[in-house]
């Protein structure tokens, strides 16, 4: 199973798209959920939730999908807010590492950060650099010729409370001088990071689509259907991710089985004596002898 988590319904519908059989899954706590296969892939089930913008409620509903269906990857894709010249409208961006940019100290003259963050599971990223190298990714989307192909960039992403849509605001400032390697901008990751990380060795990363550049023209490009098209193209890649994810990943290849236990018994003969006995040994372990007589 694997889980994707989108936080508009624009974006949940860009990844419906692609499933099939679907069927509604209830959390006892009412949070639901799609459950399908992948069109092409009946033996790949998809888990698909809504968690609804800001990293709180990213968070919570992380946490739970984790529980709730013990996933080999946990995927967040969606759409975000280009910080680059270079990045195009409809771009994706693989977050190689995502920022929690509020944290900080308020000084009476200054902001000092205090930032947090989050690198993207070396396994979902060594494939995620497969998928886009093969670029069959595109294939459900507009047919060759009708629309240009989008990039697929790796790099840095910064999450926080905040719909950035200017380049010269304080929170811009703040962004272009502490978090400078970040190109994408979005509300949900550094919630959805920090679950994970929590809940132990699971595979994790975003994927985002560039909607906007964050620069003041958010409204004029999202009244161009910027928003579907970005949404589009992340859960393509999404989708692609995680039908060529090993439903092992959380494991490592090659790893020793268990050990089945190794029972002794150890006798005393002819005057001898058995200090301790231990009667089950169920790992690896080091026999340190010192003989003090010889």
């Not at 709180?56 to 967040?76: D, K, Q, Y």
């Amino acid at each position: 199973m694997i889980v994707i988590l989108t936080a508009l319904p624009v974006e949940q519908e860009a990844v419906l798209e692609h499933l099939v059989d679907v069927r509604e899954h209830r959390h006892a706590q009412g949070t639901l959920f799609d459950v399908g296969a992948l069109v092409g892939r009946p033996d790949r089930q998809i888990a698909l939730g809504v968690t609804g913008q800001g990293t709180l409620a990213a968070a919570t509903l992380t946490e739970r999908a984790i529980a709730e269906f013990s996933p080999s990857a946990v995927l967040f894709a969606g759409i975000a807010g280009g910080l680059r010249a270079k990045l195009g409208i409809g771009d994706v961006v693989v977050a190689t590492k995502v920022y929690a940019y509020h944290g900080g100290k308020s000084e009476n003259d200054e902001f000092l950060v205090r930032p947090r963050s989050w690198e993207i599971s070396h396994d979902l990223e060594q494939l995620a650099r497969r998928v886009r190298r093969h670029r069959a990714w595109c294939g459900p989307l507009a047919p060759p010729g009708e629309a240009p192909t989008p990039e697929v960039h790796f790099e840095a992403i910064a999450a926080g409370d905040v719909v950035l849509n200017s380049a010269t605001s304080p929170i811009a400032n703040v962004l272009h001088h502490n978090y400078n390697d970040a190109v994408a901008i979005e509300m949900e990751s550094a919630g959805f990071a920090l679950a994970a990380h929590l809940a132990g060795r699971i595979a994790t990363a975003t994927i985002r689509g560039i909607s906007d550049r964050a620069d003041g023209t958010k409204s004029v490009t999202d009244g161009q259907g910027s928003q579907r098209l970005a949404a589009r193209n992340a859960a393509a890649f999404a989708v692609a991710l995680a039908a060529a994810v090993h439903e092992d990943t959380g494991t490592k290849s090659g790893s020793p089985k268990p050990l089945s236990p190794i029972r002794n018994r150890n006798i005393a003969r002819e005057g001898a004596t058995v200090g301790q006995q231990n009667g089950v040994n169920t790992g690896a372990f080091t026999m340190n002898v010192t003989r003090e007589n010889r």
